[in-house]
């Protein structure tokens, strides 16, 4: 199986590569414009030079079976675009494109082509968030902060608060009714923004302070009197009464940890069966981002 990549940044480096380099039946294909990058990470994997490229015409010419998509968001329209018309199933990290137009373009586009089509929510499938599933959640609260990072809206929003919005979609356990967002903007800057979705018996609360003075991400699902707590996609912790605390293992990879590598066994597991994905859910998500990018900048105006 053919698989490529393109794109050799930090999250392809970090997250992706670690998984895809070692599956067994994977034919692992690079390609970045920057050849310095190329090699040193193809010569880090051992690569032949038939499997490195810096282009994407080489990279389609080598008759791709899958493509993970982890260039910058800008270009992601140009390459996803190619790649679906080539019929290559297609996993994209997040977002699919910075403008819902684009998102909605390439999602109609491989439902046209009959190609699979996903987004990197990898939250999705971390062990600890996806237990989260199946406990009571009449109360979600998730908060993913950074520090001194303040940023234009859109790109602040599509690129990061993208994951609590997906989250708090695939966690609600029955339809939204209300949506309410507030923020802080200054000097063109998002500070912090907080999104509000509700729903017959839940209420789900995601927030995002770029100027919070800790780098942290917590999910917390409560209801039925009582709560579970998930820090930083390693700890949970169960309340009912006295808490009980669960621990990442030590030898369990972050990949695994984070739901990446589940992700990517998913995706080409359904491209092994022939079973054609969806992106359709994943854009509910983008729109739901963009009528947050709204609602900022209708407050920034």
Not at 196 to 207: C, E, I, R, S
Request: proline share 6%.
């Amino acid at each position: 199986m053919k698989v490529g990549c393109i794109g050799l940044g930090d999250i392809a480096q970090k997250a992706y590569l670690p998984v895809l380099a070692f599956l067994p039946g994977v034919e692992l294909h690079l390609q970045t414009r920057t050849p310095a990058t190329l090699v040193r990470v193809a010569d880090g994997l051992h690569l032949p030079p038939g499997q490195r490229h810096t282009d994407l015409d080489s990279l389609l010419a080598a008759g791709l079976d899958a493509a993970f998509v982890h260039a910058p968001t800008a270009v992601h329209p140009q390459i996803v675009t190619r790649l679906l018309a080539a019929g290559v199933p297609t996993y994209v990290d997040k977002p699919l494109a910075y403008e819902l137009a684009d998102s909605t373009r390439l999602v109609t586009l491989a439902e046209e082509r009959g190609v699979s089509l996903a987004v990197g929510f990898n939250r999705r499938f971390a062990p600890g968030y996806a237990q989260c599933a199946g406990h009571p959640r009449e109360l979600i609260l998730m908060q993913k902060n950074r520090v001194g990072l303040p940023e234009e809206p859109r790109t602040m929003i599509l690129d990061d608060f993208i994951h609590v919005v997906d989250t708090l979609r695939f966690l609600a356990p029955g339809p939204v009714d209300d949506v309410t967002v507030r923020a802080r903007v200054r000097d063109g800057l998002l500070h912090h923004v907080v999104l509000q979705l509700a729903g017959d018996g839940f209420t789900a609360l995601g927030v995002m302070n770029r100027l919070s003075g800790s780098a942290e991400e917590i999910l917390e699902v409560s209801g039925q009197d009582t709560k579970r707590q998930v820090v930083n996609l390693a700890e949970v912790i169960d309340h009912k009464g006295q808490p009980t605390v669960r621990r990442r293992g030590d030898w369990v990879p972050v990949a695994r940890q984070r739901g990446i590598e589940q992700a990517v066994l998913a995706f080409l597991d359904a491209v092994r069966a022939g079973k054609v994905l969806s992106a359709r859910d994943a854009l509910e998500t983008h729109e739901l981002c963009e009528r947050v990018v709204r609602a900022v900048q209708e407050r920034a105006a």
